[in-house]
């Protein structure tokens, strides 16, 4: 069980906006530490989607956009594509476990 | 170009040992942290640990203090993941990746960035 909560699947239909939640604790994303995204294809290493909170690298759409409040995080995807039916995760830094710490991880599927 | 060169596949039995390396090149090796990334089959990622090559410091994740040795060798650009003793349930994808830091002026972001293709270790009697 991740310190960092993910709802382990969430849907919607082609054109739909999707939130992605993240939720942490005073010791990760409630001390102020940046969370970062990623989307993982199967059978492929994980892509950096956001870092930084709201940060996008180049190469990403913006249909990809990020945001943090109090001790939660979250992913929104707009326009949904049958392409963004992958996996994504959440990551921040832990000051109890003095480490980085990944969200359980989230299935998206596009309907 | 950063590149991140993982090691082949391996198939072992438990109670063996194993090393798998990670290979840097395009950037000054030394200067940049890199952690390894655990996904069992079918689960999420799980962060176990980093290291510092240009002097070795390593820190593990709680649940990974003790079950592996991570390592490097800044002469050759590479670093390892060690297990003296591999159970059945080490069976995984083993990734590496390398720690970004951007300065703003808000401070350091410290994220990752550049994976490795990730390195297959099946332990089975």
């Known amino acids: 069980q991740s310190v960092l909560t993910q709802p382990p699947s969430m849907s919607g239909a082609p054109g739909q906006r999707v939130t992605i939640s993240c939720t942490g604790s005073?010791?990760?994303?409630?001390?102020?530490?940046?969370v970062h995204w990623y989307q993982q294809l199967p059978r492929t290493a994980p892509r950096l989607l956001i870092y930084g909170n709201n940060n996008r690298p180049s190469g990403v759409p913006d249909r990809f956009s990020g945001s943090k409040s109090g001790t939660s995080a979250s992913l929104a995807i707009t326009g949904l594509q049958a392409e963004d039916e992958v996996d994504y995760y959440c990551l921040s830094y832990d000051s109890s476990l003095t480490g980085w710490v990944f969200g359980g991880g989230t299935k998206l599927t596009v309907l | 170009e950063v590149q991140l060169v993982q090691s082949g596949a391996e198939v072992k039995k438990p109670g063996e040992s194993l090393k798998i390396s990670c290979k840097g090149s395009?950037?000054?090796?030394?200067?940049?942290?890199i952690a390894w990334v655990r996904q069992m089959p079918g689960k999420g990622l799980e962060w176990m640990g980093i290291i510092y090559p240009g002097d070795s410091d390593t820190r593990y994740s709680p649940p990974f203090q003790g079950q592996v040795t991570i390592s490097a060798d800044k002469s050759n650009s590479t670093t390892y993941l060690e297990w003296s003793s591999l159970k059945a349930s080490d069976t995984a994808i083993y990734y590496c990746v390398r720690q970004e830091v951007l300065s703003t002026i808000y401070g350091d972001v410290e994220y990752f960035d550049n994976w490795g293709q990730g390195t297959l270790v099946t332990v089975s009697s």
């Open positions: 005073s010791s990760n994303i409630g001390a102020g530490y940046d």
């Open positions: 395009g950037y000054r090796f030394s200067n940049y942290w």
